[in-house]
């Protein structure tokens, strides 16, 4: 399968882990388990005892009413199961049969804790609470109206002996303060429960999404870091091919006028060998391109070699002998140049700056002899630790401006490579300008200034200013962001 070459392989946020799952799964049934084993317990023990003192007493009805307790105590804590989708209805119905039927109050206090744990609180949440609290009491303000010997609190408050019968028996007024102490208790425990139960829930869920952003944020940043990548691929395809296409260009339209004004038969040496070595240069400007081709094609395919390879080296940084092999090829390929070089202190410029500098001086010129064949360009170019780099190229166009034109500093462009800002209107020249704005995108990244315009003269002007290495430091110093 074939995969985009700058997309790297990452995980999904959204996956899910097998191994994470299981164990919640298993902890989920254990403290369900353990927590219907509680409640059914309790709640067969106190319709238990209460059975005992209506049998004691031959009452038939609260013996009937005590068994139903008993059934219900058994079976009414496997609504538990149902406390995430349902803990309203839960909570109200183990409150309601609470009440009605002597049983413990042990799985509507699991009820009300579940419903304080996944809902947030509200009227209605707050009504179901009271009633499940007063659920609690009532349960156990009746088993301590029971006889001491009847009673589960009246047992634990009583004096036995050892086999097990009353021997003093708790006073009725201490078996309900105890009972009312004991529902109170209860009810505070299992809203702390509850409440503890949510906040952990919340903090996992905040703990998830949290991971979700970061890996959303990773996904992002790798994304935008393949996309740079991308563009400076783009940009060093642009910067490299464009210039060797245009020298082949160049040479070919001139190869074209030399043939054109042989006459058959009347060739002299000196003409055969021009065109030799026009056809020479021809055939190492092509070379070079397709070599060009190939690094660009290779870093098309190590994305992950490209950076190092598309950082400043010797061949793309600003320096005498950089600027010397441009405008040797440039002459080479008929074009005037006036120069103008003054470099100082170039170990004090960066060497990113430096190579931005270096792409200026190649794309401007090349933007020259495509637009403007046969024109004599002025280049000059200053290089100091105080004041930066400056970099400046003029040729004519053979075309006249109308009204006042300046340097363009608004970025209004006809997407020919040459803009004016004179009124707004447009100069118009050939196609092109892709070069000139992918300029101004890396010098104003960098902290520079880069305009460009015709004059009325239809001369065409290209001013780019690029900080040093202190200039560009104290700027990243007063914006961190």
Same mark, same amino acid.
């Given at each position: 399968?074939? *995969?985009?070459?700058?997309?790297?392989?990452?995980?999904?946020?959204?996956?899910?882990?097998?191994?994470?799952?299981?164990?919640?799964? #298993?902890?989920?049934?254990?403290?369900?388990?353990?927590?219907?084993?509680?409640?059914?317990?309790?709640?067969?023990? *106190?319709?238990?005892?209460?059975?005992?003192?209506?049998?004691?007493?031959?009452?038939?009805?609260?013996?009937?009413?005590?068994?139903?307790?008993?059934?219900?105590?058994?079976?009414?804590?496997?609504?538990?199961?149902?406390?995430?989708?349902?803990?309203?209805?839960?909570?109200?119905?183990?409150?309601?049969?609470?009440?009605?039927?002597?049983?413990?109050?042990?799985?509507?206090?699991?009820?009300?804790?579940?419903?304080?744990?996944?809902?947030?609180?509200?009227?209605?949440?707050?009504?179901?609470?009271?009633?499940?609290?007063?659920?609690?009491?009532?349960?156990?303000?009746?088993?301590?109206?029971?006889?001491?010997?009847?009673?589960?609190?009246? #047992?634990?408050?009583?004096?036995?002996?050892?086999?097990?019968?009353?021997?003093?028996?708790?006073?009725?007024?201490?078996?309900?303060?105890?009972?009312?102490?004991?529902?109170?208790?209860?009810?505070?425990?299992?809203?702390?429960?509850?409440?503890?139960?949510?906040?952990?829930?919340?903090?996992?869920?905040?703990?998830?999404?949290?991971?979700?952003?970061?890996?959303?944020?990773?996904?992002?940043?790798? +994304?935008?870091?393949?996309?740079?990548?991308?563009?400076?691929?783009?940009?060093? $395809?642009?910067?490299?091919?464009?210039?060797?296409?245009?020298?082949?260009?160049?040479?070919?339209?001139?190869?074209?006028?030399?043939?054109?004004?042989?006459?058959?038969?009347?060739?002299?040496?000196?003409?055969?060998?021009?065109?030799?070595?026009?056809?020479?240069?021809?055939?190492?400007?092509?070379?070079?391109?397709?070599?060009?081709?190939?690094?660009?094609?290779?870093?098309?395919?190590?994305?992950?070699?490209?950076?190092?390879?598309?950082?400043?080296?010797?061949?793309?940084?600003?320096?005498?002998?950089?600027?010397?092999?441009?405008?040797?090829? $440039?002459?080479?390929?008929?074009?005037?140049?006036?120069?103008?070089? +003054?470099?100082? +202190?170039?170990?004090?410029?960066?060497?990113?700056?430096?190579?931005?500098?270096?792409?200026?001086?190649?794309?401007?010129?090349?933007?020259?002899?495509?637009?403007?064949?046969?024109?004599?360009?002025?280049?000059?170019?200053?290089?100091?630790?105080?004041?930066?780099?400056?970099?400046?190229?003029?040729?004519?166009?053979?075309?006249?401006?109308?009204?006042?034109?300046? +340097?363009?500093?608004?970025?209004?462009?006809?997407?020919?490579?040459?803009?004016?800002?004179?009124?707004?209107?447009?100069?118009?020249?050939?196609?092109?300008?892709?070069?000139?704005?992918?300029?101004?995108?890396?010098?104003?990244?960098?902290?520079?200034?880069?305009?460009?315009?015709?004059?009325?003269?239809?001369?065409?002007?290209?001013?780019?200013?690029?900080?040093? $290495?202190?200039?560009?430091?104290?700027?990243?110093?007063?914006?961190?962001?």
């Amino acid at each position: 399968m074939l *995969q985009h070459p700058y997309t790297t392989p990452r995980q999904h946020a959204g996956r899910t882990d097998t191994g994470a799952s299981g164990n919640g799964k #298993t902890r989920r049934i254990t403290i369900t388990t353990v927590m219907l084993a509680c409640a059914i317990a309790c709640g067969i023990v *106190q319709p238990a005892f209460i059975y005992e003192g209506m049998s004691a007493w031959h009452n038939d009805i609260g013996m009937f009413w005590s068994l139903i307790g008993l059934v219900a105590g058994a079976a009414l804590p496997f609504l538990l199961r149902n406390r995430d989708e349902k803990p309203e209805f839960v909570c109200l119905i183990t409150a309601i049969i609470t009440i009605c039927l002597p049983i413990s109050p042990l799985t509507t206090l699991m009820a009300q804790s579940a419903l304080i744990a996944r809902r947030d609180p509200d009227r209605r949440i707050y009504g179901l609470i009271a009633l499940s609290s007063a659920a609690t009491v009532i349960s156990r303000l009746r088993d301590a109206l029971m006889p001491a010997e009847y009673s589960i609190i009246g #047992t634990m408050l009583s004096s036995t002996n050892d086999q097990g019968h009353v021997v003093h028996a708790a006073s009725q007024p201490s078996m309900l303060w105890s009972g009312l102490l004991l529902a109170v208790i209860s009810i505070a425990i299992a809203v702390i429960v509850g409440v503890a139960n949510r906040n952990t829930s919340r903090a996992r869920r905040a703990q998830r999404q949290a991971a979700q952003q970061q890996d959303r944020a990773q996904m992002l940043q790798s +994304d935008l870091a393949n996309q740079q990548l991308a563009d400076a691929i783009a940009t060093e $395809a642009h910067d490299t091919l464009a210039h060797s296409l245009s020298l082949i260009a160049v040479n070919a339209s001139a190869l074209q006028v030399q043939c054109g004004t042989l006459e058959a038969g009347n060739i002299t040496d000196q003409q055969l060998h021009d065109i030799a070595q026009r056809a020479e240069d021809i055939r190492k400007q092509a070379a070079g391109a397709l070599d060009e081709a190939h690094s660009i094609i290779d870093l098309l395919r190590n994305p992950n070699k490209a950076r190092q390879t598309l950082g400043p080296d010797d061949t793309t940084s600003l320096s005498r002998e950089s600027l010397s092999g441009l405008i040797a090829d $440039a002459k080479a390929a008929g074009a005037h140049i006036d120069t103008w070089i +003054d470099i100082q +202190d170039m170990g004090a410029i960066h060497p990113d700056i430096a190579k931005i500098a270096y792409r200026t001086v190649q794309e401007g010129l090349t933007n020259a002899r495509r637009h403007a064949p046969g024109q004599p360009i002025e280049l000059e170019v200053t290089c100091s630790a105080e004041r930066g780099i400056g970099v400046h190229i003029s040729n004519p166009t053979g075309m006249q401006a109308q009204g006042d034109t300046t +340097d363009n500093r608004n970025g209004n462009t006809n997407g020919t490579g040459i803009e004016s800002t004179a009124g707004n209107e447009l100069v118009s020249t050939p196609a092109g300008g892709n070069g000139l704005r992918g300029i101004r995108q890396r010098v104003v990244a960098s902290g520079g200034t880069c305009t460009w315009g015709t004059d009325q003269r239809g001369v065409f002007h290209l001013d780019v200013a690029l900080p040093s $290495a202190d200039a560009r430091q104290q700027a990243s110093e007063a914006d961190p962001q």
